[in-house]
């Protein structure tokens, strides 16, 4: 075989090169080189997610005090956000659990206002019911 280096013959079971000293068992060398590199993965994940799902996550409680289709929008979003994150086990694993549990919060306070408004509103028919027939 001939050297890859400095192009001499040598044998073919010499395992270095007479004439330069490097390796001749480079054949499998371009293979070996090769390979390390697709190992690595393309893209790294990011904490993206997770951060989106924690700002979901706490703008859902306020926003429980504005509008409740929001709060409970932004809820939703927390906890799926949050969820995928995990699932997927990107970076920031803390911003995504604390974005499911403030998810959940804003979902639990939007559940209690909403209990509260059908409660009132019925309160309030009750109310005018016993007020209607005393008028009348
Ligand atoms: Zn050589």
Redesign the pocket.
Known sequence: MF??????E?SDDANF??????S?SGKSTPNNTQQPAPARPAAEPTANLAIASLIFGICSIPMAFLALWLSLLCAICAVVLGKISLDQKRPGKEYAEWGIKLGAIGFGICVAFFIIYIVSIFGLFAFMADMIPSIS
């Open positions: 050297c890859r280096y400095c192009g001499k040598n090169c007479n004439s330069c000293g490097k001749l």
